[in-house]
């Protein structure tokens, strides 16, 4: 009964570094995608795919990358790590688009 | 593009109290509506949605909200707070690209 299973739950990078965050899902779902929350500001959209081969940005896009591996994954990478990505970061899915999101327990980033 | 407006940063109640949480929208379109919960340290639980029909939709933990189309509106609402009703709640969108939008959120604080 995993659901949304997203990994590091913790990590520390210094600025410039570059680094991925793993997300999967194990309920067959066609969508996925990844937020970023931050105090007073809500969830904020910065990548998704609504089905598997095709990716979107989202509101937040810049300074990220996305890649739909199969339909199970998806993964977020930080290429040059900057303050500003200080964030904690969620992935979701569902089963398809506009409907019911499941997500992970997010993935806390500090950039030094 | 459309957006979400929770204009209730914080909210404190009384336990036992009723409870209304504001949410305006804005869409072009009939809209695909959410209220999803968050506890401390965790990801977001679906609550209930709207897609069509009956514009007062129940959901769970005793939970409902009403679609008013003409107030672009969508409020959460519970007759009786429980203390373990204090959490952070999300409202949000479905457009039309298949993304999502999310407000802001309401943190909720139950009063002995």
């Known amino acids: 009964n995993a659901g949304v299973t997203q990994t590091p739950k913790f990590q520390v990078l210094k600025t410039g570094q570059s680094m991925t965050l793993q997300c999967a899902q194990d309920?067959?779902?066609?969508?996925m995608y990844w937020y970023r929350q931050d105090p007073g500001m809500g969830l904020r959209l910065i990548y998704y795919?609504?089905?598997?081969?095709?990716?979107d940005k989202g509101e937040v896009p810049n300074g990220y990358n996305v890649s739909r591996l199969n339909k199970r994954e998806f993964s977020l990478r930080l290429e040059s790590a900057a303050p500003s990505q200080t964030s904690v970061y969620f992935c979701?899915?569902?089963?398809?688009?506009?409907?019911?999101?499941?997500f992970g327990a997010g993935t806390r980033l500090s950039v030094l | 593009a459309q957006s979400v407006t929770q204009p209730d940063i914080h909210i404190t109640v009384s336990e036992g109290a009723s409870l209304e949480l504001r949410c305006n929208y804005s869409y072009g379109a009939t809209p695909y509506l959410f209220w999803y919960v968050q506890s401390p340290g965790q990801g977001l639980q679906l609550l209930l949605k709207?897609?069509?029909?009956?514009?007062l939709v129940q959901g769970i933990k005793g939970f409902e909200a009403e679609f008013k189309r003409s107030q672009s509106s969508f409020n959460l609402r519970k007759p009786s707070v429980h203390w373990s009703d204090a959490a952070e709640y999300f409202c949000?969108?479905?457009?039309?690209?298949?993304?999502?939008?999310f407000g802001a959120g309401t943190r909720l604080t139950v009063k002995p």
């Open positions: 709207y897609f069509s029909g009956d514009t």
């Open positions: 979701a899915s569902s089963q398809i688009a506009k409907n019911i999101q499941y």
């Open positions: 949000a969108v479905a457009g039309v690209n298949n993304d999502m939008r």
């Open positions: 309920m067959n779902h066609n969508s």
């Open positions: 795919s609504a089905s598997e081969g095709t990716t």
